[in-house]
């Protein structure tokens, strides 16, 4: 038998098959009052790097860094488009995501390149579907992470906002279920706002003298 989920209260079986469109509607009016944290295999977007790494590998998780522009290779890259430049050639010394493994099961987490290290982005768990239904897989993901706002015969489900705005989606295909943590807006507007004041601080407001 598979095991399809890395922690063991990833995946809860509910007692019956997948829930009424009645029912997901009353506990998702709810929702917004009982919000939390969302997180896949303990990842949430914002964690540090280091954190991130020391909770998957706890885990027992195979990791593998994919290179991307560290943060001062990013600062570089963001001051030539402001003064509107060819951008430096990047030897890419930062990583631009973390692929894990764990027997069929993948995990990946990108990183937003930050002065301290890194902060984790977009998260997103694979798994084989395993002789269950799409109905049970979704009663399982709404048994962990709340109830859906949409309705049982869609093929993507969202669970309730997270508790920073987070948002989760789920789909089944032929290759499995696809879990995917997407950081909320404003978090992905900071991430950026952090590059724009390290560009700012290092070549002033150009293009402001008017």
């Known amino acids: 038998m598979i095991r399809t989920m890395a922690i063991p209260t990833m995946m809860l079986l509910a007692a019956c098959g997948s829930a009424t469109v009645a029912s997901e509607d009353a506990q998702a009016k709810t929702a917004a009052a ?5 997180d896949i295999a303990g990842l949430r977007p914002g964690m540090k790097t280091a ?26 890259q963001a ?61 399982e993901v709404i048994g962990r992470y709340g109830p859906s706002i949409y309705g049982p015969r869609q093929g993507v489900l ?21 879990l995917t943590l997407m950081p909320a807006a404003a978090a992905a ?8 004041r390290a560009v700012t601080a290092r070549v002033g407001s150009v293009g402001k003298s008017f």
Do not use: C
Not at 34 to 38: D, E, H, M, S, V
Not at 189 to 196: G, K, Q, Y
């Open 79 to 139: 001051v030539a488009q402001r003064l509107q430049k060819l951008p430096p050639s990047s030897k890419r010394t930062g990583v631009y995501s973390y692929s894990a493994t764990k027997g069929e099961e993948t995990l990946s987490f990108n990183i937003d390149p930050t002065p301290d290290g890194g902060r984790v982005g977009l998260v997103q768990y694979r798994a084989p579907q395993a002789g269950r239904t799409y109905a049970q897989i979704r009663t």
């Open 158 to 178: 969202i669970a309730p906002r997270g508790k920073d705005g987070e948002t989760l989606s789920l789909e089944v295909d032929s290759t499995g279920m696809h």
């Open 189 to 196: 507007s900071e991430a950026r706002a952090v590059i724009d």
């Open 51 to 76: 954190d991130a790494l020391t909770l998957v590998k706890q885990g027992g998780w195979a990791v593998r860094a994919n290179p991307g522009d560290s943060w001062a290779e990013t600062v570089e």
């Open 34 to 38: 009982t919000a939390k944290p969302l």
